[in-house]
């Protein structure tokens, strides 16, 4: 891990999009993607409830980390106005997990997958060897975004996942750039688990 580049979330450009640091100005787009029932439905906290809550979680996901020394947690906009629909990011831990979500208004157009794809290719730029992502196994959407980005099926396991307490079925995804056949194995020690035949 320590030939990982240090760098925080530098801009990038893709056919339609700008994927750039969030402000504290975001703050109105940022309450409207995570107040979305439907882009968090899948997801473990409660939407909040105010914009005051909003900025507590923007703060917690996004602002406090652009001080730490590397990391990607970014606002994905349209090129046409750099207005934030979505995030992606990735968990600066050992699991190198990335994680995504897109205002349903703008579902089925292969933006996420171009947010991501960008993504992925910055982590595998700057030295990552591998990345990983798990999704809910109804969440469908999210599971083809991983492969389309190249991922692959791993293994499932069962959590308790908080604060919404309720029991989810995760399929955990790997890419590894490094050319090591690795499974990151977290997930699979901590909780029951199973392996699913993925087509």
Known sequence: MNNILQENT??????????????????????????????????????????????SLLHKNCLDSYDLPSGYRYAVCLKENNVPIGYCGSSGTESNDIGYGLLKDFWHKGIMTEAVTALVDRMKKAGYPYITATHDVNNIYSGAVMRKVG????????????????????????????????TYMEYWDKYPHFVEQIL
Request: hydrophobic share 35%; proline share 8%; glycine share 2%.
């Open 10 to 55: 530098p801009t990038i450009f893709t056919e339609r999009l700008i994927l750039r640091k969030f402000t504290l100005s975001d703050l109105p787009h940022y309450y409207k993607i995570m107040a979305c029932k439907a882009t968090n439905k899948y997801l473990p906290w409660f939407p909040p409830k105010s914009e005051s809550e909003a900025l």
């Open 151 to 182: 991922m692959r099926y791993k293994y499932s396991y069962n959590e308790v996942w908080q604060p919404k307490n309720y029991l989810v079925t995760f399929r955990m995804y790997q890419l590894n750039f490094d050319g090591v056949n690795r």
